[in-house]
Each structure stands twice: as structure tokens, then as C-alpha cells.
């Protein structure tokens, strides 16, 4: 049903739309699904979800363009190894790294995928055993593995994550209702936006570096995509451990009500550094924290859908749209959907194959656009640069204050 000409051509619209915003630094993948909605009220069930699947997979996957070409995440989930991916592509790399991106993110959303296929149900109930206690040592995991893959001192890093921690307070407390740290200013309530404040991080500080050096140096004139599988295959058998320990641990934070993929990246990232025998390449050009990270973010989004399909609570943020489009099609998420529209359930699960496999060739092209696209001088490029990041972090809550945000 799904190769039906009329829904194929709907996937390939939707994984073109997700590539087009995954690209754009800011503008998330779940921003993506909810501007997909509206459009999902002239559809099928089958196929209004199936575009929800190969736009985040698209999307997800779409993020690590700018943060190999220009340090720039497109997506939350490619920010845990940014610095990697440039570095790399400042050496001469960038074929090798895109191509990582490629091939990894498809092979972890196809474990992903297997993962939701024979295991849906028992993976939710044991999510669901999961309480306040387990969920605190989740965090505090978390928490230690921003230390550990931090770069240099990780006594700085400690520090570091007290600042975030200490930022993370900023805004009203969810228990007592009380302002905290908002110093009056009604824009503060609601906390600090996480995605502007990342944007300004990643980008913005590049930004202000080229321009100050007056380099100009970014590192998208070395691009070439001749030839970005070379050598993809070696790393296959070099970290096929790490392949299948990343889709693993990408799956299981899926599977956790409210994690995603940003998590399973982070956690990936660690366990991969804690393992590895090049700790010193970590934040300074390690393909192996890329072959890590970028299976387990890919991996996580089916996991998301466990918990979503066998008891209608979100896995992140997309698959709580993609309950608002279930119930908006008359169905109810929950056990009975496997036994009553087994053909959706099916079609879901072949479309997470049929969006991972038409990954590799949509996802080069993408990295072919993108590299031709700048080309351009970089006396040019810096203004577009800064406009797509101002977009980006104002339109997450169409608020000026996120620009000001990410100024800071």
C-alpha cells in the first residue's frame, strides 16, 4: 500500500521537507512535525503517518549538515558531536564524515526499526516499570556524561554543567508556581529557550570568531562530495561493536517516555568515549564519536514510537504530535490498535525501513545541494549564516526575546 504511487510520493515530499528544515539550524525536527499537521487532515491514517516518520528521520539525520560544513547543529540531537564532525571536515575530512552521517544514521534507524518491529510490547512495559527513582539515576547518567566528554579539564566540564544546571532554574518552579532568578522580567518565566541558547553556543560563537580573525575561514571550501563513501565501509567492520552498543542504547532512551534523540546522542557519546582507545580525539576529531552518536539518535526515534503505539504516552516531542494525528484520525493509541488496524501498524514499521533506506541516496544529495549552495563568497555567507540562526531561534516561539538569547 505504501508503494502506492500516490503515498510513495507523499514520503518523498515529506523526507525532502525534513532534509529542507533539518538543514536550517533551529528549526527542529519537532517544529517540523507540528507544521506537517494541517496537512495530515487530507490524508489516510497510513500515509499521514508514515510522513511523519520519513520527515524526522530525514530531519534528524539533516542536522549533521551544518555542524560538519559550519559548526552549526541543525537539530539538538547532532549538537553532541559538533565539534567532531568540523574538526574533522577542517582537516580534509568532509567526505568521510558526511558520509558517516549518512551511512550510520541509516544503518541505526534500521536497528531501530527491527527493535519496534519484534519487540514493541515488551520493550513498553518494561519503560513503564520505570519510576521517579530510576528516572532521577537517568538524569544524574546524564548529567555525569557531560563531564565526561568534555574536552581538556573535565573539572572545567563539572563546572560547566553547574552553570547549565544553575540556568536550567531560571523561570517559574513547577512545583510551588514561584518565579525564580526572572529578576521581574516576564520574558524569563518561562525559562531560557534550550534551542537559541544552543544555537548561540554553536553558531554564533563561530560566527564572531571568523569575523574577528577576519578569516573568514569556515571550513565549506573543502568540501567535495566525490567519493563520500570511501573508506565508509572499513569503518563498518573497525566499530561494529560500537554500531550495535550505540543502536542499543539509542533504542532504550527511546523506548523511556520523554527522552529522545538528543539524549540517546549525549549518552552515546560518553559510553563511546569511556570505551575508546583515542579519548584524547574526543571534541577534536573522532570518527568513532560520530559512528556512536550518529546510530543512536537515529536509532531512538522508532524507540519512540513504542511507547506512543502500546499505551499513547509520547516517546519526545514528535510522537506527541504523532498522538494528536492518531486520535485526530478516530483511532486510539493503545494495544487494541495491533489487533484492529494491524495494516497500520504494519505500514508504520515499513515505513521506517523504506525512510532509512531512502536516506542514503536523499541524504547525498542533500550534502551535494548543501556544498554547492556555499559555495558562495563568505563575506556573503556570514549574513545568511546569521539570518537562518535568527530565524531559527525565533521561530521556535515566535518571541524576540530567544533572539536576544542567543545573542547572549
Given at each position: 500500500m505504501l508503494l502506492a504511487p500516490k503515498n510513495f510520493l507523499t514520503i518523498v515530499v515529506c523526507s525532502l521537507y525534513g532534509l529542507f528544515v533539518g538543514s536550517i539550524p533551529g528549526l527542529s525536527a519537532t517544529l517540523a512535525a507540528s507544521l506537517l499537521v494541517p496537512f495530515t487532515f487530507f490524508m489516510d491514517p497510513l500515509p499521514a503517518l508514515c510522513s511523519i516518520v520519513s520527515m524526522s528521520a530525514m530531519a534528524i539525520f539533516a542536522g549533521d549538515i551544518p555542524a560538519a560544513l559550519i559548526r552549526i547543529p541543525g537539530t539538538p540531537s547532532s549538537a553532541a558531536y559538533t565539534y567532531d564532525s568540523y574538526a574533522l571536515t577542517r582537516q580534509g575530512k568532509s567526505q568521510l564524515v558526511l558520509g558517516t552521517d549518512i551511512m550510520f544514521s541509516a544503518v541505526g534507524g534500521l536497528m531501530g526499526a527491527v527493535v519496534l518491529m519484534?519487540?514493541?510490547?515488551?520493550?513498553?512495559?518494561?519503560?513503564?516499570?520505570?519510576?521517579?527513582?530510576?528516572?532521577?539515576?537517568?538524569?544524574?547518567?546524564?548529567?555525569?556524561?557531560?563531564?565526561?566528554?568534555?574536552?581538556?579539564?573535565?573539572?572545567?566540564?563539572?563546572?560547566?554543567?553547574?552553570?547549565?544546571?544553575?540556568?536550567?532554574?531560571?523561570?517559574?518552579?513547577?512545583?510551588?508556581?514561584?518565579?525564580?532568578?526572572?529578576?521581574?522580567?516576564?520574558?524569563?518565566?518561562?525559562?531560557?529557550?534550550?534551542?537559541?541558547?544552543?544555537?548561540?553556543?554553536?553558531?554564533?560563537?563561530e560566527v564572531m570568531r571568523n569575523v574577528s580573525q577576519r578569516q573568514m575561514d569556515f571550513a565549506i571550501a573543502k568540501v567535495k562530495t566525490k567519493g563520500i563513501f570511501t573508506g565508509v565501509g572499513k569503518l563498518f567492520k573497525k566499530y561494529q561493536w560500537n554500531m550495535w552498543r550505540s543502536g542499543a542504547i539509542g533504542t532504550i532512551i527511546g523506548v523511556l517516555p520523554g527522552a529522545g534523540a538528543d539524549i540517546a546522542a549525549w549518552i552515546a557519546y560518553a559510553a563511546s568515549k569511556r570505551a575508546s582507545k583515542e579519548k584524547e580525539l574526543y571534541g577534536k576529531g573522532s570518527i568513532e564519536a560520530i559512528v556512536d552518536s550518529g546510530t543512536a539518535n537515529n536509532a531512538c526515534l522508532a524507540g519512540d514510537w513504542v511507547p506512543a503505539l502500546v499505551f499513547g504516552i509520547p516517546g519526545d516531542s514528535i510522537t506527541a504530535v504523532v498522538i494528536g494525528v492518531i486520535f485526530m484520525k478516530g483511532l486510539r493509541p493503545g494495544p487494541m490498535i495491533f489487533e484492529q488496524h494491524p495494516e497500520i501498524i504494519y505500514g508504520?514499521?515499513?515505513?521506517?525501513?523504506?525512510?532509512?533506506?531512502?536516506?542514503?541516496?536523499?541524504?547525498?544529495?542533500?550534502?551535494?545541494?548543501?556544498?554547492?549552495?556555499?559555495?558562495?563568497?563568505?563575506?556573503?555567507?556570514?549574513?545568511?549564516?546569521?539570518?537562518?540562526?535568527?530565524?531559527?531561534?525565533?521561530?521556535?516561539?515566535?518571541?524576540?526575546?530567544?533572539?536576544?538569547?542567543?545573542g547572549v
Open positions: 519484534t519487540s514493541a510490547p515488551l520493550l513498553a512495559e518494561v519503560a513503564m516499570n520505570f519510576s521517579t527513582f530510576e528516572y532521577f539515576w537517568l538524569a544524574a547518567l546524564g548529567l555525569s556524561a557531560t563531564v565526561m566528554v568534555s574536552a581538556g579539564s573535565q573539572a572545567k566540564g563539572a563546572i560547566a554543567m553547574c552553570l547549565g544546571l544553575f540556568l536550567s532554574t531560571i523561570g517559574v518552579d513547577i512545583t510551588l508556581g514561584y518565579p525564580r532568578f526572572t529578576f521581574d522580567n516576564v520574558d524569563l518565566l518561562n525559562g531560557v529557550s534550550f534551542i537559541p541558547a544552543m544555537i548561540g553556543v554553536f553558531g554564533i560563537s508504520v514499521y515499513f515505513a521506517f525501513i523504506l525512510a532509512n533506506l531512502l536516506l542514503v541516496p536523499f541524504g547525498w544529495l542533500a550534502v551535494k545541494a548543501s556544498s554547492q549552495m556555499l559555495r558562495v563568497p563568505k563575506n556573503i555567507l556570514i549574513p545568511i549564516i546569521l539570518m537562518f540562526a535568527i530565524t531559527g531561534a525565533y521561530a521556535i516561539n515566535n518571541d524576540v526575546f530567544d533572539i536576544i538569547t542567543l
